[in-house]
């Protein structure tokens, strides 16, 4: 499946490769994220009340279907609230900068790479546009776009390769 594909409605699936959003959308139209998936996690929309619930690639994903066993559900559901609150949590913060470096530090917490410097994160690997990560945080495009410019001149984040960035670890020390 390609980015912006939406996997077929009421079955799980073990994600293979690529990235997943589960989202809904409240009354004006406005998407609401309720969780971000990586290769290893599996999903599914069967458990929310909410509906519609999709299930959105990010990114170019392998997946199969998968029959959840009751362990797989219950871990599955405390993996659900953990993610949702944390989205929940970020998305209440009111100012547009801290918001923002927030979710890259979440982001980058899940689905980076550790190393002595900090976190580096391929927002390529994941697409994650500034379009997305806009959606995700509730924040603007134009806002991301110049906010992330910020964070690389104030040293917060720094470019490594083609769309990777490094989040120092001095970075997660200023953040709320």
Partial sequence: MQANDVLPDGLSWSI???????????????????????????????????????????????????????????????????????????????????????????????FGQVNSVGYRLSLKDMNLTHRNLADICGLTRVTVTK???????LGWLQEAGDADLIIPLSTFQRLP
């Avoid at 519609?52 to 009751?70: G, N, T």
């Fill in 147 to 153: 906010n992330l410019n910020r964070y690389k001149a």
């Fill in 16 to 110: 293979l490769d690529g990235y997943v959003r589960t989202a809904a959308w409240d009354e004006g139209g406005e998407s609401i994220t309720l969780g971000v998936w990586g290769p290893g996690e599996w999903v599914t929309n069967t458990f929310s009340t909410l509906r519609p619930v999709e299930m959105q690639c990010l990114s170019a994903v392998r997946v199969e279907q998968f029959d959840p066993s009751q362990v797989d559900i219950l871990e599955f559901l405390q993996l659900q609230i953990r993610n949702t609150e944390q989205i929940f949590e970020i998305n209440r913060i009111r100012s547009a900068e801290d918001r923002l470096l927030s979710l890259l530090r979440w982001i980058s917490q899940r």
